[in-house]
């Protein structure tokens, strides 16, 4: 791990930090601990080769695995009250060797300093009353929004999605919220950012917690698998003048250049891979770190978790 920006911070102590949430549960990821396993193909299209040499988003069908999950650190979480959700994808590359991508379904971190995160998330400790009802995770969230103005804009979009859970995991919208830098065959630069977009957008009506189980979107999820595979188009939008590539509470104008650069599909559950770390910092060739000091930390925070959940603590 690149440890110049966050020399106040072990990833150590972030992990002690998200124990303390919700409690330890032996073996299991210390965030987005519930989730579930898909095999999956990645179908580039080509319209990423005039900005980078990355294998993986040229012209050839890549396999991946994408996992689906609650961004608690309870593996039992209710899915009905968690408003971030996340899709990792883990590629195959030709070479035999793996990039990951790791998105949420919020579009901004919720600050740009690991060490204000772990200070942050001391709210969200529910030892004493826990999250039980979606009053009480919105009162959770407005909390924080108090404590740290700053953090008003993601705040406001972390309490809309709580109030409208999803209807499905294949409806949403993932953003692996920090830029990349680009780089193509004649070494010329370009940050970007990525966003997976459903190819199925269609929303079924709203949802009421009475009349869904603690487990409705995976099911809902593999019902929907059984009439064929769930797809999103990988878009990225391209940096302009002034966009800030290292700060991942900023978002960037709406308006920037998107490259729809390929297709996911999403078939059959599989049996979880417990062995695979999703860390956003594993890219190949043709793509490069930003100096984003929140990204350069979850490679060794994602290890610490891996080095527990391995041994079973
Ligand atoms: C300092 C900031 C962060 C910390 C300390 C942190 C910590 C963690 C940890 C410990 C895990 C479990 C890793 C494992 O055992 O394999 C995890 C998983 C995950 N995180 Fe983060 N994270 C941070 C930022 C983010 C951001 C910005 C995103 C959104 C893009 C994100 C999305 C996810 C997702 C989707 C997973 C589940 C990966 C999987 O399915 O295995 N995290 N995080």
Redesign the pocket.
């Known amino acids: 791990m690149d440890q110049v920006h966050n020399e106040d911070l072990t990833p150590k102590e972030?992990?002690d930090a998200?124990e303390q949430i919700q409690g330890k549960f032996p073996g299991a990821?210390?965030?987005?601990a519930k989730?579930d396993m898909y095999e999956a193909t990645f179908l580039p299209n080509g319209n990423a080769v005039p900005y980078t040499v990355a294998p993986h988003l040229h012209r050839e069908a890549i396999p991946a695995t994408a996992?689906f999950?609650n961004s608690p650190p309870n593996p039992a979480s209710v899915d009905y009250l968690v408003p971030a959700k996340?899709?990792?994808v883990q590629f195959e590359l030709p070479d035999g060797s793996f990039t990951n991508l790791?998105?949420?379904t919020v579009p901004m971190?919720v600050t740009s300093s690991?060490r204000e995160?772990i200070d942050m998330i001391e709210i969200f400790t529910d030892k004493k009353t826990g999250i039980k009802t979606i009053d009480r995770a919105i009162n959770m969230v407005e909390l924080v929004s108090k404590k740290y103005p700053h953090s008003k804009e993601v705040i406001q979009i972390i309490k809309e999605q709580a109030k409208q859970p999803p209807t499905s995991y294949a409806e949403l919208h993932y953003?692996?919220?920090?830029a990349f830098y680009f780089v193509n065959k004649d070494g010329e630069r370009q940050a970007i950012k990525y966003e997976w977009v459903p190819v199925d957008e269609t929303k079924d009506p709203a949802l009421t917690s009475k009349s869904i189980s603690a487990n409705y979107l995976t099911e809902e999820l593999d019902d929907r698998l059984k009439r064929g595979p769930v797809q999103f188009d990988l878009f990225i939008r391209l940096a302009e003048e002034g966009d800030n590539p290292n700060d991942?509470t900023d978002m960037w104008p709406e308006d920037r250049r998107k490259v729809n650069i390929g297709r996911l599909e999403i078939r059959n559950k599989i049996h979880p891979k417990e062995d695979?770390?999703?860390d956003p910092t594993i890219i190949p060739k043709g793509i490069e770190l930003t100096d984003d000091p929140?990204l350069h930390?979850?490679s060794g925070?994602?290890a610490e978790?891996?080095e527990r959940?391995s041994k079973n603590e």
């Open positions: 972030a992990i998200l990821r210390r965030a987005h989730g996992r999950s996340g899709l990792a790791v998105s949420s971190f690991p995160f953003y692996p919220i920090h991942a695979i770390v999703y929140i930390f979850r925070a994602y978790s891996y959940r």
